[in-house]
């Protein structure tokens, strides 16, 4: 098996200073296999972003590693970050995010083009090209951001990625504004794109059905850490966190034969300002709620995320 192209350990991200403090993601661990999906899945506010943009940068990293083709790298400072946009590049649910609306079509795509492959000597063509590998019009380069549909926006923002050449992308809720039939042109789309350039793939969303359709390995991630992790199948049909197996509940559709055995999950996601003690996930769990002992031990220490290809942090299943 090839080493992981991008893989993070127990990273931490905090915001703030003071009483301000909250620390988004606690002690995260995930790697990304060349050519492969690995997707970041949990509610609002469970870190997800915070995730990919410490990856690239944009989030103030305060313990834990990142390592890129193997090496390790430190996206907080100059070179790591420039060394990581060289290889990972963003996309965003809003394409307004990674597309100057100022910018024409040709000139933002033409400018990646610039900026990370000056060896390409005909960047017209190679826009084209490009805009027709994601489905588009050569003839789009001429026109503007505002001038497309949601759909449309998301392909150039695709395809202005693809120009900088880096074989990895980071795709933040990328088809979570669109309506359901576009989100699956798009989709497909990417899916596509994986297939004929081996791309990698870490591919944020809250959507379970979206992330099913696209992934090779899940992680879960709850409060700012991740409570589950594996390959797709396993995390689907045999969850073993029991707030994976409540999100899976609250999806009939992909698992009617759980929806009634594990129940869903009661109250909402906790204030990561002040996360609960112990297992951040024990005020909403049913097997703590049903075990005393259990719950004794969920509120006051924190569960080792355990497991090598299958990890998962709970100590219900520690004990099975
Ligand atoms: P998700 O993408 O899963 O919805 P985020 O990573 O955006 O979650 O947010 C995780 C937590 O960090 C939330 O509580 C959010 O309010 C907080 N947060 C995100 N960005 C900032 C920031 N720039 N400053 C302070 N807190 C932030
Ligand atoms: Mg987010």
Do not use: W
């Not at 609002?44 to 305060?62: E, H, M, Q």
């Amino acid at each position: 098996m090839s080493p992981p192209l991008l893989s993070i350990d127990r990273l931490a991200v905090r915001y703030g200073a003071g009483a301000n403090t909250v620390t988004a993601v606690q002690e995260a661990s995930l790697s990304l296999a060349p050519g492969t999906t690995h997707a970041l899945v949990g509610e609002s506010g469970s870190g997800k972003s915070t995730i990919a943009r410490a990856i690239v940068g944009l989030a103030p990293i305060v313990a834990g590693n990142v390592t890129l083709d193997g090496q390790p790298v430190d996206p907080t400072r100059a070179a790591g970050a420039a060394r990581m946009r060289r290889r990972v590049q963003m996309v965003f649910q809003n394409p307004y995010a990674s597309l100057n609306p100022r910018a024409s079509v040709g000139d933002a795509i033409g400018e990646a083009l610039m900026l990370h492959r000056p060896e390409v000597a005909d960047r017209a063509a190679e826009t084209g090209a490009l805009l027709n590998r994601v489905g588009l019009d050569p003839s789009a380069a001429g026109r503007f951001p505002h001038q497309f549909s949601g759909g449309q926006r998301q392909r150039i923002a695709i395809a202005r990625a693809l120009a900088t050449g880096a074989p990895c992308l980071i795709l933040d809720e990328v088809t979570s504004a669109l309506d359901v039939s576009v989100q699956a042109t798009i989709l497909n789309l990417l899916r596509g794109l994986q297939r004929e350039l081996g791309l990698s793939y870490l591919f944020i969303s809250h959507d379970l059905a979206v992330v099913r359709y696209m992934s090779d390995a899940v992680s879960v991630l709850y409060l700012g850490r991740i409570v589950e992790s594996g390959p797709r199948e396993a995390i689907f049909t045999a969850p073993r966190h029991p707030y994976t197996q409540g999100l899976l509940a609250a999806v009939p559709s992909i698992r009617p034969e759980a929806a009634t055995a594990a129940g869903h999950i009661r109250g909402e996601i906790g204030d990561p300002r002040n996360p609960p003690p112990g297992c951040r996930f024990h005020p909403r769990c049913p097997r703590a709620a049903a075990e005393a002992l259990l719950m004794a031990r969920c509120r006051t220490t924190v569960p080792v995320f355990t497991g090598t290809d299958r990890r998962v942090a709970c100590h219900a299943e520690a004990e099975a």
